[in-house]
């Protein structure tokens, strides 16, 4: 159970596929670098998701609830902004 007010977890929260982001992320670089290099501190992501998935020993919760609360936004506006260009018919002004 997370608790925002203390950032505190219990280990077996993180255990299992729910948080294990999909890993094609890290593999956009190769498969598409134009697109990777549009996507916003896309190794710190990479890297953040490493320590998430393979060092939960390691993991300071405060600073994964700030990274949510302060990256998350602006991550998402990233990615939307790289879906529109990458598929106009999307676009709410397009047409």
């Given amino acids: 159970m997370i608790n ?3 950032h505190s977890f219990r280990a077996g929260d993180l255990a299992g596929s729910h948080i294990n982001p999909r890993p094609e992320l ?3 670089a190769r498969v598409d ?3 990777a290099d549009n996507v916003a501190e896309l190794r710190r992501i990479i890297a953040f998701r490493n ?3 393979h060092g939960y ?3 300071d919760y405060g600073t994964v609830w700030r990274l949510i609360e302060d990256k998350l936004p602006e991550l998402q506006s990233n990615l939307r902004m ?3 260009a990458a598929d106009p018919s ?3 002004s397009a047409g």
């Fill in 4 to 6: 925002k007010a203390s």
């Fill in 26 to 28: 890290s593999q956009l």
């Fill in 33 to 35: 670098p134009q697109i």
């Fill in 51 to 53: 320590i998430l998935v």
């Fill in 57 to 59: 020993a390691a993991v």
């Fill in 82 to 84: 790289l879906l529109r």
């Fill in 90 to 92: 999307q676009n709410p």
